[in-house]
């Protein structure tokens, strides 16, 4: 089954061939671009209780890391913000936002971080529906454990990086129905937001695999957009599903864009200008849609930054106290 396009939090291997060569170590340039892009938070014991590697399900990936805050009240509704980790859908760990669940637990909110079934070889019945899934059963059970440790969630924000990014979309703008809690506000950095535009799928290859398929025959790389489209929609391929249009919509069934009403949950985004992997446009094609349905928004451009957004500090700071400010507006607290 073919993997999804591989997109990484790390960003362009070219800037990373100038660093080398400008004789900075990759440690030490690493180390630099997370400080830049705020993906660093202390934390001590003080800060408040971390319980990791609970189970939402049955799967060895269906894991979740809780962190619990000192001043966490049990008399009054307390709010979850759920931070999704990236990695191209194909790989990446929760540990990936820990800093994350560190900030905003110290700021007096219950944070958690998920592990879900990735894409490959080893879960070929792995899609991006079946990640949505796995986020609303989390939710659910991240619920059912505060509750019996006698806190009680009604709200929550969902959030992530790069594919982590896309799924808070997804699953903030498409799953809001359904989610064990109301989606207060979405907080997503360089996430996919149309998947016509990271897989575009040539028409020239789509009638090819379809008059194969019409001869009896297997085209070359029907294998490889079958899987293409499974990881996509969780749907296998029929013949009649050759077709440009019929395509597009498995791309846009899975793209936040499509989902967008003017009962959405608020929503603030970053984007790297300079990204190559999630392009400007992502950022654009969202932000029209959400003034269009006239829901509450913010998009920060990282005016320096590539997919890693790790060249404007200023702006990672101002994400920062975006993200504050709507925990404020939008929890109550």
């Not at 991240?142 to 979309?169: Q, W």
């Amino acid at each position: 089954m073919k993997k999804i396009v591989k997109v990484s939090l790390i960003g362009c291997g070219t800037i990373l061939g100038l660093v080398v060569i400008a004789g900075i170590g990759l440690a030490v340039w690493f180390h630099h671009l997370q400080s830049n892009a705020g993906y660093a938070e202390d934390w001590n014991a003080t800060d408040g209780q971390v319980v990791k590697d609970l189970a939402y399900g049955d799967s060895a990936s269906n894991r979740f890391d809780l962190y619990i805050p000192a001043k966490a009240s049990k008399t009054r509704p307390q709010a979850l913000m759920l931070f999704i980790h990236g990695g191209s859908w194909t790989g990446g760990d929760k540990s990936e936002q820990e800093f994350a669940c560190r900030r905003y637990a110290k700021m007096g909110y219950f944070t958690a971080t998920m592990n879900y079934t990735l894409i490959g070889k080893n879960h070929p019945e792995s899609s991006l529906m079946s990640m949505l899934r796995e986020i609303r059963s989390c939710v659910a059970a991240i619920v059912a454990y505060t509750k019996a440790e006698g806190y009680r969630l009604d709200r929550m924000a969902v959030a992530g990086i790069s594919a982590g990014g896309h799924l808070a979309l997804l699953y903030g703008l498409k799953c809001a129905d359904v989610s064990p809690l109301p989606i207060a506000f979405i907080a997503s950095r360089v996430g996919p937001t149309d998947l016509t535009q990271i897989f575009a799928v040539p028409d020239s290859l789509i009638q090819a695999v379809a008059a194969d398929a019409r001869a009896g025959r297997e085209h070359p790389k029907q294998k490889e957009l079958d899987g293409l489209l499974f990881n996509v929609s969780g749907r296998h391929m029929t013949p009649d599903m050759y077709t440009k249009q019929a395509v597009d919509s498995l791309l846009l069934a899975a793209s936040p864009v499509c989902y967008v009403s003017a009962q959405s949950a608020p929503v603030l985004m970053a984007y790297g200008r300079k990204d190559p992997i999630v392009r400007p446009v992502h950022a654009n094609l969202l932000d029209s849609v959400l003034t269009a349905n006239h829901v509450p928004h913010q998009l920060i451009f990282f005016q320096n930054s590539d997919h890693m957004l790790g060249r404007d500090p200023g702006q990672a700071r101002q994400f920062v106290s975006l993200v504050r400010q709507y925990c404020r507006r939008y929890f109550g607290y």
